[in-house]
Nanobody, 120 residues
Framework: QVQLVESGGGLVQPGGSLRLSCLAS????????MGWYRQAPGKERELAAL???????NYADSVKGRFTISRDNAKNTLYLQMNSLEPEDTAVYYC??????????????WGQGTQVTVSA
């Protein structure tokens, strides 16, 4: 089993910054991809940012130019640097990790979520 522990959420004013972290631990051989999803009140969960094993990244149009996803493979940690935050960014943010399993195929895990609130 793999456990994902998220941190860094909280209350911030518009225009401010936060950095979210997600630490993966447990039976990890290698990570194929990691991503950040978010779900605002009354809205469906959406992919905010994704980084693949090759290092390529993808961002939702709503966060391009403001958010940066990165990872530290040695620490099995995923980061989301969020700048120029807007009230529309208010949501629960979830990390998602796909773990490679040789001879068995990949498996996906989710974090518990961390609340980000952008308000004056």
């Amino acid at each position: 089993q793999v456990q994902l522990v998220e941190s860094g959420g909280g209350l911030v004013q518009p225009g401010g910054s936060l950095r979210l972290s997600c630490l993966a631990s447990g039976s990890i051989s290698s990570i194929n991809a990691m991503g950040w999803y978010r779900q605002a009140p009354g809205k469906e969960r959406e992919l905010a940012a994704l980084i693949t094993i090759g290092g390529s990244t993808n961002y939702a149009d709503s966060v391009k130019g403001r958010f940066t996803i990165s990872r530290d493979n040695a620490k099995n940690t995923l980061y989301l640097q969020m700048n120029s935050l807007e009230p529309e960014d208010t949501a629960v943010y979830y990390c998602n990790v796909e773990i490679a399993r040789p001879w068995r195929g990949p498996v996906t895990y989710w974090g518990q979520g961390t609340q980000v609130t952008v308000s004056a």
